[in-house]
């Protein structure tokens, strides 16, 4: 079993940054893959970024690469989400998510979720 909490969300303004932190606890592996996913109101959850946790390699989604990046501490178990130039549409509840093998950006991928975090952007 795996188990995620979330936190560092928050109200921020527009252009602002924030860094979620994801703490991990259970058996995590090697081969496991952990991501973050967002869900904003009348939304579906959608793919933010996910990083390998052995090997470190990151995965992001086109329309956030650039602004948002994913990293791990692995002597710590926690993943990070460090979110830049925030936009009103940045404004959703995040997700911590984790599944093993391989990446995946679909949500139904993933087992193991955590709570969320809000995140409220204003302009």
């Known amino acids: 079993q795996v188990q995620l909490v979330e936190s560092g969300g928050g109200l921020v303004q527009a252009g602002g940054s924030l860094r979620l932190s994801c703490a991990v606890s259970?058996?995590?592996?090697?081969?496991?893959?952990m991501a973050w996913f967002r869900q904003a109101p009348g939304k579906e959850r959608e793919f933010v970024a996910a990083?390998?946790?052995?090997?470190?390699?990151?995965y992001y989604s086109n329309s956030m690469k650039g602004r948002f990046t994913i990293s791990r501490d692995n002597p710590k178990n926690l993943v990070f989400l460090q979110m830049n130039n925030l936009k009103p549409e940045d404004t959703a509840a995040y997700y911590c998510?984790?599944?093993?093998?391989?990446?995946?950006?679909?949500?139904?991928?993933?087992?193991?979720w955590g709570q969320g975090t809000q995140v409220t952007v204003s302009s």
């Open positions: 998510a984790a599944r093993q093998r391989s990446n995946s950006t679909e949500e139904w991928a993933y087992n193991y």
């Open positions: 259970g058996h995590i592996f090697s081969s496991y893959f």
């Open positions: 990083i390998w946790w052995g090997g470190g390699t990151t």
